[in-house]
């Protein structure tokens, strides 16, 4: 079964200092991976996606992911974090049979000023 | 950039009430949408797949009489909450993903989510 881990819960930044949030994955196959954000009492935001090609993606406000298959990881990062990017945010890979997205337990970050 | 419509944003209503909740896609076609539900500081749980004009395919342990969906164009589903009780009340949350022939690769995009309050 295919499925993605989260193993932090809450991140803390400080404004101006890189951040990561780390995801690994488990999968047969080559993996479609996901990024999304979700503010409060929102729905989610598409980040970034990784499909095939360069292991670094580039997505929106300046985030980026790194796909490296060895480790079977897909980290979250930022060079220099903001306070508004302080959100709730989800790895994901796609169940290319059905289409589905398999969620991981989503991390907290808190940027603080 | 593709939106997906979620309306309403807010619903409070009685026990027994059934509540419908829409999701469009504005400018792309979806044969399939996604139905979650997201309990406070949790995940999401994926509650069916609504697929255009056939039957929604439920996952383990949801009540497909209870949560009614029906996906009649490829712009519009909709989740019909029947006899709303207070343990229905929750954040709902729909997704989208352009099924146009060589869009395949891209993203799932979500509505903003209906929080349910059900008194």
């Known amino acids: 079964a295919q499925s993605v881990a989260q193993p932090e819960d809450q991140v803390n930044v400080a404004e101006g200092n890189p951040l990561t949030v780390k995801c690994t994955y488990s999968?047969?196959?080559?993996?479609?991976l996901f990024w999304y954000v979700q503010y409060p009492n929102r729905g989610l935001q598409f980040l970034l996606k990784?499909?095939?090609?360069?292991?670094l993606v580039k997505g929106s406000y300046g985030f980026e992911a790194e796909f490296n298959k060895s480790q079977t990881s897909f980290h979250l990062k930022k060079p220099s974090a903001l306070v508004s990017d302080s959100a709730l945010y989800f790895c994901?890979?796609?169940?290319?049979?059905?289409?589905?997205?398999?969620f991981g337990t989503g991390t907290r970050l808190q940027v603080f000023p | 950039g593709a939106v997906v419509s979620q309306h309403p944003s807010r619903v409070i209503c009685k026990s027994g009430t059934s509540v419908k909740i829409e999701c469009r896609s504005l400018?792309?076609?979806?044969?399939?949408m996604f139905w979650y539900r997201q309990f406070p500081k949790k995940s999401l749980m994926l509650m069916a797949t609504?697929?255009?004009?056939?039957?929604?395919?439920?996952e383990q342990g949801v009540e497909k009489d209870k949560f009614l969906i029906n996906h009649a164009s490829l712009t519009l589903s909709t989740l019909t909450v029947t006899s709303a009780h207070p343990e229905d009340s929750s954040f709902y949350i729909c997704?989208?993903?352009?099924?146009?022939?060589?869009?395949?690769?891209?993203?799932?995009?979500f509505g903003d989510g209906t929080r349910l309050s059900i008194l």
């Open positions: 609504s697929n255009e004009g056939s039957k929604a395919t439920y």
């Open positions: 400018d792309f076609q979806a044969t399939t």
């Open positions: 997704s989208a993903r352009d099924g146009t022939t060589g869009r395949e690769n891209q993203p799932q995009h």
């Open positions: 994901a890979v796609r169940d290319k049979g059905t289409d589905k997205l398999i």
């Open positions: 990784y499909i095939t090609g360069d292991n």
């Open positions: 999968v047969s196959g080559n993996p479609y």
